[in-house]
């Protein structure tokens, strides 16, 4: 039932880092692009990083420089490695998977979601 499991999340000090995991069918990672999304109480769901399956990539500026996507093909596994956190990463990220063609941070364009994993940085 369960095509897309995050995993990662945490409680962070500013500057520190977590990596983020998300498990996919076989059938789901095989769409043509991967995405991190995420949501901060109060605002939209805004897209972080996405990545082709020929791993081409996008970034929001926000994380550029911090942030890196990047799949596992053998393992089916999706990751979001962030560096040098701040309180404005705050927010639940979404692994998410859709059949476009190139890496893309528009949410309308992806089929399938995961439920969402926490990050909290503190100062």
């Known amino acids: 039932q369960v095509q897309l499991v995050e995993s990662g999340g945490g409680s962070v000090q500013a500057g520190g880092s977590l990596r983020l995991s998300c498990g996919a069918s076989?059938?789901?990672?095989?769409?043509?692009?991967m995405a991190w999304f995420r949501q901060a109480p109060g605002k939209e769901r805004e897209g972080v990083a996405s990545?082709?399956?020929?791993?081409?990539?996008s970034n929001a500026d926000s994380v550029k420089g911090r942030f890196t996507i990047s799949r596992d093909n053998a393992k089916n596994t999706l990751y979001l490695q962030m560096n040098s956190l701040n309180p404005d990463d705050t927010a639940i990220y979404y692994c998410?998977?859709?059949?476009?063609?190139?890496?893309?941070?528009?949410?309308?364009?992806?089929?399938?979601w995961g439920q969402g994993t926490q990050v909290t940085v503190s100062s």
């Open positions: 990545i082709a399956i020929d791993g081409s990539a």
């Open positions: 998410a998977a859709g059949s476009v063609r190139w890496p893309s941070l528009s949410p309308a364009l992806y089929d399938y």
């Open positions: 076989v059938y789901i990672y095989s769409s043509y692009s």
